[in-house]
């Protein structure tokens, strides 16, 4: 069964339907723990610990967040991977284009690859900015996570970096959402209203509440 | 009507092709399409020169025989077949840009003319049913609810003409493939072969080089015969379901 998912286009779309809700629902949680900064510089460092005790004393210290991790790192390289095969066999099967051209898929579907490829580029740069420490921009230091957060939204490039990435999260979700409730056969034309109403709202709420964050501290609302 | 064409010319399948210009003078606009190339076809053979070739059968948008891209819309600018489409939707004076399908599974014959067997070929994967031959059966031994006589007619209204993949940015034919799914797995006597027709109706879509689905939506709007987008969700729910009874076997 799994080589016939795997070798079907078809399967390959589920592959990355699943793996994009596994990562949307990810983004859902990460953007409502973001929010605690708003709360202070206690809340938030207070959360970001308890993010790696989770499950304690089931759990050992770091086991769950490292499950999490895995689990992430498996969905993003089952989505990049099945998309990369798949645009590659898209571009193969029209390889001549119209001498008349005319663009009219949506915003949001025509940027859904480069898109991607943004937003890998910018988990990387995330990874090394706010996890690992190592692009950061001031002194960065383990378990002060409200200041590293400040520190990186005090320079324009953090800033421009996240912004951008942000906004093109929405467009892909946007797109992403409702493509992969088409995918798994959960669209129909009585819920086709319904399914764009929850994948444009999902949107909207996952970029306004990221962007959030450097708005805040831009303002200087947080500090 | 006087008009500017830019015709897409290639001699052949190997040869390069391009967009050549011919002016055509005279044109009612009660003309349909076809017959507005026809007038210029009879200009062409006059001067000695080759006529543009075209497909075309029933011209009475039934038989899913002619394509061409107009002004870069599958079947141009009214949602209709090329043959049912009028000259009255165009303005004296247009350049109207005329193109063959465009998709690697669609190879280029001649000018206008591609190679749609890949459909064919689709249909002899699963595009049937398994029933005795002889006299039509009484129309009454086997009930149909009328809400799937419906959906089934909806998507037999499919004429493979092949707008869809022209129109698809990834040269897909999932609208296709989906229509004819959807149509004989809803009804009773598709039932016997509903987990083989999916699977090997995609399998052999995807042997022939159409691309995936990305959801673009451009199929169902270039669609003469309004089948709709989310006959694609019904196939992609009848390939899972297909996928995971072949699984417990």
């Known amino acids: 069964m799994a080589r016939t998912v795997w070798d079907s286009t078809v399967g390959k779309k589920t592959v990355m339907a699943v793996s994009g809700i596994v990562m949307l629902l990810y983004l859902v949680a990460h953007m409502i723990g973001n929010l605690k900064i708003f709360f202070g510089a206690g809340e938030f460092n207070h959360y970001a610990h308890w993010l790696r005790t989770v499950g304690e004393p089931f759990m050992h210290e770091e086991w769950t967040l490292w499950i999490v991790r895995v689990v992430l790192v498996v969905a993003v390289i089952a989505h990049a991977v099945s998309a990369y095969q798949l645009s590659r066999r898209d571009l193969r099967a029209r390889p001549d284009k119209y001498v008349h051209k005319k663009a009219r898929t949506s915003y949001a579907t025509r940027t859904m690859r480069w898109g991607g490829v943004i937003l890998a580029l910018f988990i990387v740069w995330h990874l090394l900015d706010l996890t690992t420490g190592t692009v950061h921009s001031g002194g960065f230091e383990t378990g002060k996570p409200y200041q590293n957060v400040v520190d990186t939204f005090s320079t324009w490039y953090g800033n421009v970096i996240y912004i951008v990435a942000m906004l093109a999260v929405g467009l892909h979700i946007r797109h992403g959402f409702w493509s992969a409730a088409q995918t798994l056969g959960v669209g129909s034309r009585t819920r086709d209203r319904a399914l764009k109403t929850i994948a444009h709202a999902l949107a909207l709420l996952l970029t306004a509440g990221f962007l959030a964050v450097p708005v805040g501290v831009m303002t200087g609302v947080v500090s | ?249």
């Open chain 2, 1 to 249: 009507m006087k008009l500017n064409l830019r015709v897409w010319r290639q001699k052949n399948a190997d040869a390069d092709g391009a967009m050549s210009t011919y002016e055509v003078d005279g044109i009612s606009p009660d003309m349909s399409f076809l017959e507005m190339l026809d007038t210029l076809n009879e200009e062409l053979i006059l001067k000695g020169e080759d006529p543009v070739a075209f497909d075309h059968d029933c011209r009475e948008g039934i038989c899913g025989a002619c394509s061409l891209v107009i002004n870069g819309d599958a079947h141009g600018p009214e949602r209709t077949t090329t043959c049912q489409l009028h000259m009255r939707s165009f303005e004296d004076g247009d350049t109207i840009d005329v193109e063959p399908w465009r998709a690697s599974a669609f190879p280029v014959v001649k000018d206008l003319v591609v190679d749609r067997s890949a459909f064919d070929r689709i249909i002899q994967a699963g595009g049937y049913i398994t029933a005795p031959t002889g006299s039509a059966p009484e129309a009454h031994a086997t009930p149909v609810p009328k809400p799937d006589a419906d959906l089934a007619f909806e998507h037999a209204e499919c004429i493979g003409c092949g707008a869809c993949v022209a129109a698809c940015p990834n040269g897909a034919a999932m609208l296709f493939t989906s229509a004819k799914v959807n149509h004989l797995n809803v009804l009773p006597q598709g039932a016997p072969e509903r987990e083989t027709r999916v699977l090997d109706m995609v399998a052999q879509m995807d042997e022939e080089g159409f691309g995936g689905c990305t959801l673009a939506g451009e199929c169902a709007t270039a669609c003469p015969k309004g089948i709709p987008l989310t006959s694609i969700t019904g196939m992609n729910r009848e390939w899972l379901r297909a996928t995971r009874r072949a699984g417990k076997r």
